[in-house]
């Protein structure tokens, strides 16, 4: 049994965010990246589960990719406040096919996690690093 009750806990505590975007799968992954690198976040890791799970296991999975953002300076903040929280680094930028030419862009804050997990402290230097990411986060979603 979760300690917590999943259902309880609003999506905004948790930093989900969402967009749908009219456009094929590979145009909709250049898309995201380029408007990560836009707002200030790097991609230094991106990969296909999708393709690796269909090559592997003969998945038949529709196309399903991730984007691994970072923003270096907020990182190492982060790490000043928090060595746990690497273990949900990077940032991620999940697009995922909803149908051929409509796609599903998914993100939650790993900094609002973190704090909800008790990984990370929370205290007005933590909130500074929620507030910011936020700021960029809610800049992508804009730009998207």
């Keep these: 049994m979760l300690p917590i009750d999943p259902e309880e806990i609003d999506p905004e505590d948790f930093g989900e965010e969402t967009a749908t975007l009219e456009m094929e799968h590979r145009e909709a ?4 990246r380029e408007t990560c690198e836009e707002v200030g ?12 799970l269909n090559e592997k296991v003969d998945a038949d999975r529709s196309p399903y ?3 691994g953002a970072c923003n270096p300076r907020m990182a190492d903040r982060a790490l000043d406040s928090s060595l746990k929280i690497g273990g949900l680094f990077p940032c991620n930028m999940v697009v995922w096919q909803l149908e051929p030419g409509l796609q599903k862009v998914y993100h939650v804050s790993i900094m609002r996690i973190a704090r909800l997990l ?3 402290p929370d205290d007005q ?6 507030d910011e990411t936020g700021e ?3 800049e992508f979603f804009r730009k998207l």
């Design 136 to 138: 960029m986060v809610d």
């Design 65 to 67: 990719y991730v984007l």
């Design 41 to 52: 976040f790097g991609v230094p890791v991106e990969f296909s589960p999708s393709e690796l």
């Design 125 to 130: 230097d933590w909130q500074m690093i929620v």
């Design 29 to 32: 992954v250049e898309h995201v």
């Design 118 to 120: 008790g990984m990370a």
